[in-house]
């Protein structure tokens, strides 16, 4: 049931100790909404300029927090979140000010936790009376308070879309609830590698994800350098700060939703997020007719990486703005918009596949070095048909029609590992890895599959405790991966066998591939009967008795064939577990994902109301 809004809320605004910022954070009492905050984007310097104001006592702006009780009464931050990530990543020792780190022996909280080994004093110290006035300083925090998600909700929205100091594509964004504007925040974070499986996460979480600049001592989040609109010189460095990133995604969702009939403006960008709006009904519209969402999603991944194998695919060192000769220091953003229309349209319109790579490579060398495209004001919808349909003209025998549904699940489903891959450190409660079925062990090799059955019961248990660790999540499960050195070691050992290595850069996948090719010789089977072994056991296993869900989980399995530049090959199997609409019991109990571990949850008096209450407050929160 939709909670029930009250009118009843409360605002105080009072001068809070640094000290006391501090503390709520290291006990997680800082949450952030994904849905209004943007990125963590401050530079070092930037963070070394508010302690220099607090250090000498100028005032700093006032921090606006929310908070509900309906969500363990944790505050939220509605304005300030780069203030306080300055003031707690500066105590926690991450960088220094004036070439000196924070005296950790000057206050008895960060003290303890320092002979906890919580926290590392890092060398020089800073004088400890100015570590004591640091702690000391008072900030005006504004709470707003009350007893419904709905009105701490409204009160983002609001606050987060008067514009302060945002770019134009921040206001869109802050608070918007409508369909492409999900779909815009979505796709951004997966191409950045920001990517997190809730819209509400601690402050402590979001800093891995952080972005992180060239000089920055503090190098924990994502290299600036690395993100792929950096790599790939499409826009430059400081865009990111004002999420052009993300108004470029919008704008190629919109070229690809409304099928280049609109032009390319502030006032279209403005209204496809008013929900009132002739342009978002029509948006909506289309988008609710369409059930390849997800899809959708996939293929900027996949077209990304395409125009970044074309790129090198003579020069290693190069990427798509110098490949295709585009000289000017101005953005990119235009010129990548057209290239990524045409791939689409003929990958997804077409239904066509890149066959001649070589010819693609040199149909797009220098396409761009005599043809400019004029930036800034508005793109007529006739100018950017034009410029895409010449650009197909140019690829186009390069491709080759697709003629089974088959290459282009599986093409998907390679793009879903990688797209995994990245973000499979910072979110290891819904991905899982395990190096195969088999046992490798002082007494030999397993041999038949029969002895493994209650090994993969494990991993059904597995499925079953992603599935109820928040609702509307899924995750994934990869058998033929490797995550550990030693454990590649010990099975090629054993098994006779060589990991597969693939990429050399950050956006490709380091884990050591082992598949389960070597594993079907040993056990005298091909894959087909291998898989149809897994699905039945899912199918059959009495520890689970929501068969709907077992139904899907078994057919959620698949075999992706992951091949490196050299042509070698692996074959390795997926599972994606789903949520359902309840709760998924296992052996007589409910599991859940507490990092990488399945978790039985203790009190089993309370634990169906508990489970529940998280399920409604976070499909309400994510309406």
């Excluded at 010789?521 to 091909?526: Q, S, Y």
Aim: glycine share 4%; net charge negative; aromatic share 10%.
């Amino acid at each position: 049931m939709r909670p029930q809004v009250s009118k009843k809320s409360t605002t105080t605004v009072d001068g809070t100790k640094i000290d006391k910022i501090f503390r709520d954070y290291f006990e997680g009492n800082f949450s952030v909404n994904r849905r209004y905050q943007r990125k963590l984007v401050w530079s070092e310097e930037q963070k070394i300029k508010l302690i220099d104001s607090i250090v000498h006592e100028i005032p700093i702006p006032l921090i606006l927090l929310a908070k509900s009780d309906k969500f363990n009464g944790a505050f939220e931050i509605v304005d300030g979140l780069q203030r306080i990530d300055a003031i707690v990543s500066f105590i926690e020792n991450r960088y220094p000010f004036e070439g000196r780190y924070f005296d950790l022996e000057s206050w008895g909280y960060t003290k303890l936790l320092k002979d906890q080994g919580m926290l590392s004093q890092r060398e020089p110290v800073m004088d400890q009376e100015m570590a004591v006035r640091i702690t000391e300083y008072q900030i005006p925090i504004s709470t707003y308070e009350s007893s419904t998600s709905s009105a701490v909700d409204e009160t983002f929205q609001r606050i987060n879309s008067s514009g302060r100091k945002l770019g134009m594509q921040e206001v869109r964004q802050a608070g918007s609830l409508t369909k492409i504007a999900e779909l815009v925040r979505k796709i951004s974070a997966e191409t950045r590698g920001d990517v997190s499986r809730t819209s509400i996460m601690p402050l402590s979480e979001m800093q891995e994800n952080a972005l992180t600049w060239k000089n920055d001592e503090d190098q924990r989040g994502l290299p600036v350098d690395e993100i792929y609109w950096i790599k790939e010189n499409v826009l430059r460095r400081d865009d990111l700060r004002s999420s052009m990133d993300e108004q470029l995604i919008l704008d190629i969702l919109l070229d690809i939703i409304l099928e280049l009939k609109e032009n390319s403006s502030s006032d279209i960008r403005n209204s496809a997020y008013e929900e009132d709006s002739t342009l978002n009904k029509r948006i909506e519209k289309e988008l609710h007719k369409r059930s390849d969402l997800k899809n959708l999603e996939k293929d900027f991944a996949s077209i990304f990486s395409l125009m970044s194998n074309i790129a090198r695919y003579q020069d290693a060192k190069s990427n798509w703005t110098i490949h295709t000769g585009k000289k000017s220091n101005n953005s990119s953003s235009r010129y990548f918009e057209i290239a990524f229309l045409a791939f689409y349209k003929l990958l997804r319109e077409e239904n066509l596949a890149p066959e001649d790579y070589e010819y693609i490579h040199a149909q797009t060398k220098d396409y761009w070095a005599s043809y400019k495209i004029e930036s800034g004001g508005t793109w007529t919808a006739a100018d950017k048909r034009k410029a895409v349909n010449k650009f197909i003209g140019a690829i186009q025998g390069g491709f080759e029609k697709i003629t089974t549904s088959s290459a282009e699940i599986a093409r998907q489903d390679l793009e879903r590992l990688k797209v995994d891959f990245k973000r499979y450190a910072h979110e290891n409660r819904f991905f899982e890895l395990k190096t195969g079925l088999l046992h490798y062990g002082s007494d030999g090799v397993t041999t038949k599959i029969q002895e493994r059955r209650a090994f993969f019961e494990k991993i059904i248990k597995t499925a079953s405790a992603m599935a109820n660790t928040e609702p509307s999540s899924s995750g994934v499960i990869y058998i033929g991966v490797s995550d550990r050195e030693s454990t590649t070691e010990h099975v090629c050992k054993h098994a006779d066998t060589e990991p597969l290595k693939l990429g050399q850069s950050s956006d490709d996948i380091f884990h050591d591939i082992l598949g389960v090719d070597h594993e079907l010789e040993r056990l005298g089977m091909n894959i087909d009967e291998l898989m149809e072994t897994l699905s039945k056991w899912i199918i059959e296993s009495d520890k689970v008795e929501d068969e709907a869900w077992k139904k899907r989980l078994a057919s959620s399995l698949r075999t992706i064939l992951v091949r490196n530049a050299e042509g070698e090959s692996r074959l390795i199997i997926a599972l994606y577990p789903e949520s359902s609409n309840s709760l998924v019991v296992y052996d007589g109990r409910y599991y859940e994902r507490i990092g990488s571990s399945n978790s039985e949850a203790k009190e089993e008096p309370m634990l169906e109301d508990n489970l529940w209450e998280r399920y409604e407050q976070f499909n309400y929160r994510n309406l």
